[in-house]
């Protein structure tokens, strides 16, 4: 059973890319279920939800309060990438994976090509949500699919830039509004014996966050199969500026969410952070001792008054396959990432940034913050979020893009090759991992 | 077998006549020994100290004072925040590890203790190749046997219970090759024979007689097999998904994962680390008496 499953498995995620019809491509698996219905189950249901997120359990138990019919329980574990995401595949070569997980957007192909996720498209409801969520979250979860939704939206993280205003104002520094007065600046904040920003080599999502504002797009999937292209013209473009940064001193380099990251933050040493809304988090918990003193500006923009965002983050609510309830599974997450009471749980229990257009008006994001010295930072965030370019799409194999490119980004920071060396590699790397495992490529 | 072999030499390494041909040794060599002796303790030590250190600040100070020396007093703040966070998880993970690894690592001891035993002692057909196979378990990482584990934990539906991580502890195969050299050369074949000629068992044998002279070697396995349930991280990883199951390494690790989200975690995770190489310490401290009583007794002998 477990060989016939995978050999079917293999063969739909050739396929379920042609397939459009999406959910029809699932019914070959043993769980019987006939996706294509999305009915409501007979009886009492329970669900199972596998997330990370702290104090979840608190939001679900609202849930269950109010539908004693549809319960969910909760299981827990590490952040996706560190352990959690192994353990759904694992779940799922077993074939007893949970009814519902989180799983962030560059994560979201690799389990579609496994065949790993229903198709919610099949639900009515969750077609009709579109409307209700950020265009560029939409996009993120029906993978470049016209139409399949592969998860519900949940958190997005558009970028911004922190700043230490208190620091640039003593030394005459104005906030850039574009990436060639972000380079100036640099250099009169280097002058000043800091830096303004931190280049991570570790985590390629700020990166990818750069290209994406930049109007890049590394994946793209045209229904029979992936082209890669991860120096196009806005990569390279991107590329070249930050080796120039990185060429002349003008950025540090610490990884990020380490004692020396915090203590660079933290003493002054490092000015700013291109980040996205969550970092105002990692800041104030990293640097507490400079309270106050931090702003938020737009991102630095390529053309002079051009409205741009990146995004850096973000995650979605996915239906495992084989689940027998999914229409109450999808009842409950879109509960979960619409509800206004939800909402506001999740952001105060786990800074959570909804991906809904109503959601960015919450109550709890439209008061200043005080270590942002009381500006109301949420408002930069709203704006940024509604400036992502929609289309951007991750490839099946992140996991291992990422390591290639960090890779060559650690060797480029110490002088050996250049970050656009690395991204040549990786692209080749990549290209050769998809075609091993069976996944196409177009030339 | 470095364990075995250390342990052997320390006893044939008498402290008497050491000490009275000290005065021939050079003065030199001796001082050389006791500073890289010296040099590794502090190596090994730092950063315990540090933890300790680290568990006795709040968040700021965690970041602004001197790693390795004392802030403002925080530990028992500290400690009272973990254990109230999250409805007091973290006792109940500390509870699931000393349960799988006290359990674990018994029963896996009795096991290896009467197969070492049994291969040591009793002569069949098929005795050095069955040896030889537990010999090439040793070789096996755990990790790499967890995801087939995995799959067939999923098949009885046994995945996510306390069972998932349990049984596969029991097994020790190097607490089998241990135990088996250990029986070998300690438990002589006429005291066995005696006891067969006074109408013992050889069950009974084993456990009135054997035992008590093996016992290094048992308390050996044991340590090792407490410390390495106690330390496994991946196995948990695959298998459980209630946070009410986790083992404390896990439990964790996954609030590390979350710092992002929830700063305040990097202070539970830094205390709840250091309350939680308590445990060990307590075993190691306790077992070694055993273990060299042990010792003592067999050298007389």
């Given at each position: 059973?477990?060989?016939?499953?995978r050999?079917?498995?293999?063969?739909?995620?050739?396929?379920?890319?042609?397939?459009?019809?999406?959910?029809?491509?699932?019914?070959?698996?043993?769980?019987?279920?006939?996706?294509?219905?999305?009915a409501?189950?007979?009886?009492?249901?329970?669900?199972?939800?596998?997330?990370?997120?702290?104090?979840?359990?608190?939001?679900?138990?609202?849930?269950?309060?109010?539908?004693?019919?549809?319960?969910?329980?909760?299981?827990?574990?590490?952040?996706?990438?560190?352990?959690?995401?192994?353990?759904?595949?694992?779940?799922?070569?077993?074939?007893?994976?949970?009814?519902?997980g989180?799983?962030?957007?560059?994560?979201?192909?690799?389990?579609?090509?496994?065949?790993?996720?229903?198709?919610?498209?099949?639900?009515?409801?969750?077609?009709?949500?579109?409307?209700?969520?950020?265009?560029?979250?939409?996009?993120q979860?029906?993978?470049?699919?016209?139409?399949?939704?592969?998860?519900?939206?949940?958190?997005?993280?558009?970028?911004?830039?922190?700043?230490?205003?208190?620091?640039?104002?003593?030394?005459?520094?104005?906030?850039?509004?574009?990436?060639?007065?972000?380079?100036?600046?640099?250099?009169?904040?280097?002058?000043?014996?800091?830096?303004?920003?931190?280049?991570?080599?570790?985590?390629?999502?700020?990166?990818?966050?750069?290209?994406?504002?930049?109007?890049?797009?590394?994946?793209?999937?045209?229904?029979?199969?992936?082209?890669?292209?991860?120096?196009?013209?806005?990569?390279?473009?991107?590329?070249?500026?930050?080796?120039?940064?990185?060429?002349?001193?003008?950025?540090?380099?610490?990884?990020?969410?380490?004692?020396?990251?915090?203590?660079?933050?933290?003493?002054?040493?490092?000015?700013?952070?291109?980040?996205?809304?969550?970092?105002?988090?990692?800041?104030?918990?990293?640097?507490?001792?400079?309270?106050?003193?931090?702003?938020?500006?737009?991102?630095?923009?390529?053309?002079?008054?051009?409205?741009?965002?990146?995004?850096?983050?973000?995650?979605?609510?996915?239906?495992?396959?084989?689940?027998?309830?999914?229409?109450?599974a999808?009842?409950?997450?879109?509960w979960?990432?619409?509800?206004?009471?939800?909402?506001?749980a999740?952001?105060?229990?786990?800074?959570?940034?909804?991906?809904?257009?109503?959601?960015?008006?919450?109550?709890?994001?439209?008061?200043?913050?005080?270590?942002?010295?009381?500006?109301?930072?949420?408002?930069?965030?709203a704006?940024?979020?509604?400036?992502?370019?929609?289309?951007?799409?991750?490839?099946?194999?992140?996991?291992?893009?990422?390591a290639?490119?960090?890779?060559?980004?650690q060797?480029?920071?110490?002088?050996?090759?250049?970050?656009?060396?690395?991204?040549?590699?990786?692209?080749?790397?990549?290209?050769?991992?998809?075609?091993?495992?069976?996944?196409?490529?177009?030339? | 077998?470095?364990?075995?072999?250390?342990?052997?030499?320390?006893?044939?390494?008498d402290?008497?006549?050491?000490?009275?041909?000290?005065?021939?040794?050079?003065?030199?060599?001796?001082?050389?020994?006791?500073?890289?002796?010296?040099?590794?303790?502090?190596?090994?030590?730092?950063?315990?100290?540090?933890?300790?250190?680290?568990?006795?600040?709040?968040?700021?100070?965690?970041?602004?004072?001197?790693?390795?020396?004392?802030?403002?007093?925080?530990?028992?703040?500290?400690?009272?925040?973990?254990?109230?966070?999250?409805?007091?998880?973290?006792?109940?993970?500390?509870?699931?590890?000393?349960?799988?690894?006290?359990?674990?690592?018994?029963?896996?001891?009795?096991?290896?203790?009467?197969?070492?035993?049994?291969?040591?002692?009793?002569?069949?057909?098929?005795?050095?190749?069955?040896?030889?196979?537990?010999?090439?378990?040793?070789?096996?990482?755990?990790?790499?046997?967890?995801?087939?584990?995995?799959?067939?934990?999923?098949?009885?539906n046994?995945t996510?219970?306390?069972?998932?991580?349990?049984?596969?502890?029991?097994?020790?195969?190097?607490?089998?090759?241990?135990?088996?050299?250990?029986?070998?050369?300690?438990?002589?074949?006429?005291?066995?024979?005696?006891?067969?000629?006074?109408?013992?068992?050889?069950?009974?044998?084993?456990?009135?007689?054997?035992?008590?002279l093996?016992?290094?070697?048992?308390?050996?396995?044991?340590?090792?097999?407490?410390?390495?349930?106690?330390?496994?991280?991946?196995?948990?990883?695959?298998?459980?998904?209630?946070?009410?199951?986790?083992?404390?390494?896990?439990?964790?690790?996954?609030?590390?994962?979350?710092?992002?989200?929830?700063?305040?975690?990097?202070?539970?995770?830094?205390?709840?680390?250091?309350?939680?190489?308590?445990?060990?310490?307590?075993?190691?401290?306790?077992?070694?008496?055993?273990?060299?009583?042990?010792?003592?007794?067999?050298?007389?002998k």
């Amino acid at each position: 059973m477990q060989h016939n499953k995978r050999a079917v498995a293999t063969g739909v995620a050739l396929l379920s890319a042609i397939a459009l019809a999406g959910c029809s491509a699932g019914g070959t698996t043993d769980s019987g279920t006939d996706a294509a219905a999305c009915a409501p189950s007979e009886g009492d249901v329970t669900l199972e939800f596998t997330s990370w997120i702290p104090g979840i359990e608190d939001v679900v138990d609202m849930w269950n309060e109010e539908n004693p019919d549809i319960q969910v329980a909760v299981q827990t574990g590490p952040n996706g990438n560190s352990g959690t995401y192994k353990s759904f595949f694992s779940q799922l070569e077993a074939g007893n994976a949970p009814d519902l997980g989180q799983i962030e957007y560059d994560a979201l192909s690799s389990f579609r090509v496994q065949d790993g996720l229903e198709n919610l498209a099949a639900c009515e409801d969750v077609v009709a949500a579109e409307a209700d969520f950020i265009p560029w979250t939409w996009g993120q979860v029906t993978l470049g699919t016209s139409d399949g939704v592969f998860g519900i939206p949940q958190d997005s993280g558009p970028m911004a830039l922190f700043y230490r205003s208190d620091l640039f104002e003593q030394n005459g520094i104005e906030v850039p509004t574009t990436w060639e007065e972000f380079k100036e600046a640099a250099v009169k904040v280097r002058e000043a014996g800091g830096y303004i920003t931190n280049f991570s080599t570790g985590d390629i999502n700020q990166f990818a966050g750069f290209v994406w504002q930049a109007n890049g797009d590394w994946f793209t999937n045209d229904g029979d199969a992936w082209t890669v292209d991860l120096t196009a013209g806005p990569s390279t473009q991107v590329a070249d500026y930050w080796q120039e940064l990185l060429d002349e001193d003008l950025v540090s380099t610490y990884p990020a969410w380490t004692e020396e990251w915090n203590n660079a933050y933290n003493s002054g040493a490092v000015w700013g952070w291109n980040s996205a809304v969550w970092g105002a988090n990692s800041i104030s918990s990293g640097a507490p001792d400079t309270a106050g003193k931090w702003s938020v500006a737009p991102a630095p923009q390529w053309e002079a008054g051009g409205q741009s965002s990146g995004n850096w983050g973000g995650s979605s609510i996915a239906v495992f396959k084989g689940t027998d309830h999914l229409y109450e599974a999808t009842k409950f997450a879109l509960w979960l990432n619409t509800s206004e009471e939800a909402l506001t749980a999740l952001n105060t229990s786990a800074n959570i940034y909804p991906a809904t257009t109503e959601g960015l008006s919450l109550p709890s994001l439209q008061e200043g913050v005080e270590f942002y010295g009381g500006q109301k930072i949420y408002d930069v965030f709203a704006e940024a979020a509604e400036q992502v370019n929609p289309d951007f799409v991750w490839g099946p194999t992140m996991t291992q893009t990422y390591a290639d490119v960090s890779d060559g980004f650690q060797k480029a920071v110490t002088g050996q090759g250049t970050l656009l060396e690395a991204l040549e590699k990786a692209q080749a790397s990549t290209i050769s991992t998809l075609e091993a495992q069976g996944i196409p490529v177009a030339e | 077998m470095s364990m075995l072999t250390r342990t052997r030499g320390a006893t044939a390494d008498d402290l008497a006549p050491a000490r009275s041909r000290g005065a021939r040794e050079s003065i030199f060599s001796r001082g050389a020994a006791l500073l890289v002796m010296g040099v590794f303790t502090l190596y090994f030590l730092v950063p315990i100290w540090w933890l300790f250190i680290a568990s006795t600040k709040d968040r700021g100070d965690l970041l602004t004072t001197p790693a390795l020396w004392f802030a403002e007093w925080n530990f028992f703040t500290n400690v009272g925040d973990l254990i109230s966070y999250g409805d007091g998880i973290y006792f109940r993970w500390l509870l699931n590890s000393i349960g799988y690894a006290v359990v674990g690592a018994l029963l896996a001891t009795v096991f290896a203790g009467m197969c070492g035993y049994a291969l040591a002692k009793y002569r069949f057909p098929g005795r050095e190749l069955f040896f030889n196979v537990v010999l090439g378990g040793v070789l096996v990482p755990a990790t790499a046997l967890a995801l087939p584990l995995f799959l067939l934990f999923s098949q009885v539906n046994l995945t996510n219970t306390y069972w998932a991580v349990l049984l596969p502890s029991i097994v020790s195969p190097f607490g089998v090759y241990l135990s088996r050299i250990y029986a070998a050369s300690s438990v002589p074949d006429e005291l066995i024979e005696a006891g067969r000629i006074d109408g013992a068992g050889e069950v009974r044998t084993f456990f009135t007689v054997s035992v008590r002279l093996m016992t290094p070697a048992l308390v050996t396995v044991f340590l090792f097999q407490f410390v390495s349930i106690w330390n496994n991280f991946f196995l948990p990883l695959i298998m459980l998904r209630s946070a009410e199951l986790f083992p404390i390494t896990y439990g964790l690790y996954s609030w590390n994962t979350q710092l992002n989200q929830i700063p305040e975690l990097r202070t539970y995770v830094l205390t709840g680390s250091f309350l939680s190489i308590v445990p060990l310490i307590v075993a190691f401290l306790l077992l070694q008496r055993f273990w060299r009583n042990g010792l003592g007794s067999g050298s007389v002998k």
